[in-house]
Structure formats: C-alpha cells, structure tokens
C-alpha cells in the first residue's frame, strides 16, 4: 500500500524512507525533488533573538485537507506522478527536522518547479501556527510579505503579511 501523501505528526521523519517509498513502485519516476525545513536559531540574520524553540499548531482534519488540495493543484500544473508532504507540529528545537516536501517525475524541471511551489503554497496557506520562545519570550509569528510574493509567482494572491 502507498503512503499517504500528506502526514501531520510530532515524530521525526526519516527523508531517505520517505523517499525511497515514494519512487520505489514506479519505474517512470527520473527525478526526485525533495526540500527539507529545519528549526534556525536566529529568522532575519544576526538582528533576530536567539531561537530556543518553536511551537507548531494546527487543526487536525482541516490541516491535511488543505495540503491534499496543494497537492492537487501542484498535478494541474506539473506533469508529475506523486506528491509527499510531511509536516511536524508541537515543539521543535533548532536543528530539528518541521517539513520534507518531496515530489517524483520524468525529469528534474518539473520536479524542482512543483516542489518550489508546494513550498511556497505550504508557507503561506497551509493552516499552521507557529509561535517562537526567544531569550526575551514567546510570540506568534506572522506571514511575511517576501512569503506572500513567493507565492504571487504562481499567479496565486495571499494577503497574510501584514
């Protein structure tokens, strides 16, 4: 049985096994795209607090129903064969592994462009809440407007930033 293509999950994930059960029963797959998030100690260069950890929040149901319809929308503009997002939540501490997009198709192109735009539909519309614990306190993080115009390249409008 294949995996599902989306998972919302506190463990760890392992981005070789992820991969390998992504391609390993279809032999049209030349290329595999993969992007891996992980926990920084500082967002904006040295300006930014410190990072002692980060908190990840979502609505079950609601979270993995909006990734599928990514997904979907990533098939409408790719010629791909198959989709895997993972996506942890609770908290995180710098170093640790939030998101494996991962994406198979016949050649690289459409690989690297579907999982560019997973990424970005991930960052801006994807139902999480993310609050970080710096030296100076907690604070939820807001969408940034470099994000909300990653996406806009795609032809699609966020207006998350503030």
Not at 94 to 123: N, W
């Amino acid at each position: 049985m294949a995996a599902p293509r989306v998972s919302i999950q506190t463990a760890d994930f392992d981005v070789s096994a992820e991969l390998e059960a992504l391609r390993r029963s279809d032999h049209r797959v030349g290329a595999v795209c993969s992007f891996v998030g992980t926990v920084r100690m500082a967002n904006q260069g040295d300006k930014a607090p410190q990072v002692l950890s980060m908190e990840l929040e979502h609505y079950p149901g609601m979270t993995e129903k909006a990734i599928e319809a990514m997904i979907d929308e990533a098939h409408r503009r790719f010629d791909i064969f198959a989709a895997r997002v993972v996506h942890r939540v609770g908290l995180l501490m710098p170093g640790d592994q939030i998101v494996l997009a991962a994406v198979t198709s016949a050649h690289r192109g459409q690989s690297f462009q579907a999982c560019e735009f997973l990424m970005d539909y991930l960052k801006t519309q994807a139902p999480f809440w993310k609050k970080e614990r710096t030296p100076q306190g907690e604070q939820w993080v807001d969408a940034r407007v470099s994000d909300d115009q990653a996406l806009a390249r795609w032809g699609i409008r966020a207006g998350n930033a503030g």
